[in-house]
């Protein structure tokens, strides 16, 4: 890299230990805590553990959090929160959780007739300028590293957009990483938020807001995530697996949250609106494409990248990337979600968004993004 300017500043505190959340209380600070997350984490016994540790501290629960939260139904939680008057709130399940409790810690911060909906679709402007709601992040898929990012992704199936929710003061107060709560995870979710952090560390490696900093931080992500995430397919219940992709997401959030996505998140984001694709595969199926597209502006930092996992030349790391995602099964489940290869290149005027294209190592025009998308297809679906 050459010697340009660059900062790096992440307030998250971050603890990691197995069963973390049996004495949580000692973590959190606030006094009327309400717990975001999902039905699942009931029926499972979890919110009961949380509610052991919290005690009377804990004032309300929110668990009908949905894969890619809809603006509008973040809205209706926001209203019916606003009763119990929360001083902070506590994001427990994967990303979808982490992205709805921003959305309310913002929408939370404003007067009683605040709404997201309005404010992305109409424009209309927050009227109170005081910060948002403090975070408390225990992340329960190792994948968004949402849990160490200032920005959430809100969406609007309604007229198939995507929002930000994004800002200083939505960075967690604290991030609570308990390897024992993914454990049992479906081997989709595995797969899927395992793949989402693998492109989080590749994205803020071809990227130009790259640092010595956030590179460290993804070369160390990639060797533990990409020895992991094959191991867990094998064996799900291994503990050391399951903390080892834990903190590879970790490490590749500390990342992204300093450089922000690049161009496989702007390919992505269509196909998950259309599709309902989820996001680890939609961000992850084109990587071994847009690895050799970077290659040819590599500054130097993609050849380390790939001697630091162990391989030569680019060419044969991406190589192993293309070999890694046949022995996870993507193409099978891309199938599942995508019609055919038509459907997807049909939305493809729609895949390059500047703010995310822009940061690419390599600049790229919508003529790459569709050969790009081409290539991903044929390779993946066949």
Known sequence: MSNSAWTYQNPVKVVFEPGVIDHLAEQVDGERVVLITTPGFRRRGVVDRLSASLGSRLVAVVDDVKPNPDVRD?????????????????????????????????????????????????????????????????????????????????????????????????????????????????????????????????????????????????????QLSLAALPRLKQDPGNLQARGDMMQASLLAGLAISQTRTALAHSISYPLTTRFELPHGFACSFTLPALMRFNAASDDGRLLDLARAIGFDSIDAF???????????????????YIPSPDAALALSEQMFTPGRADNNLRAATQEDVVQILRDSLDRTLG
């Open 318 to 336: 991406s190589g192993a990337l293309e070999r890694l995602f046949d022995e996870l099964d993507v193409g099978h489940f891309l199938r599942r």
């Open 74 to 222: 973040v809205d209706t939680q926001g209203q019916a929160l606003r009763q119990h008057a929360p001083d902070m709130l506590l994001a427990l399940g994967g990303g979808s959780s982490m992205d709805t409790a921003k959305g309310l810690a913002r929408l939370l911060s404003q007067p009683g007739d605040a709404s997201l909906t309005r404010h992305f679709r109409d424009g209309q402007a927050f009227s109170s300028e005081g910060p948002a709601l403090p975070v408390t992040a225990i992340p329960t898929t190792s994948g968004t590293g949402a849990e160490v990012t200032p920005f959430g992704t809100i969406w609007d199936f309604e007229l198939g957009k995507k929002y930000s929710v994004t800002g200083a003061d939505l960075y967690s107060a604290a991030a609570i990483l308990d390897p024992e709560l993914t454990v049992g995870l479906p081997e989709e979710v595995t797969i899927s938020s395992g793949l989402d952090a693998i492109s989080h560390a590749l994205e803020s490696t071809w990227n130009k807001s790259a640092s010595p900093v956030t590179l460290g931080f993804c070369a160390k992500s990639l």
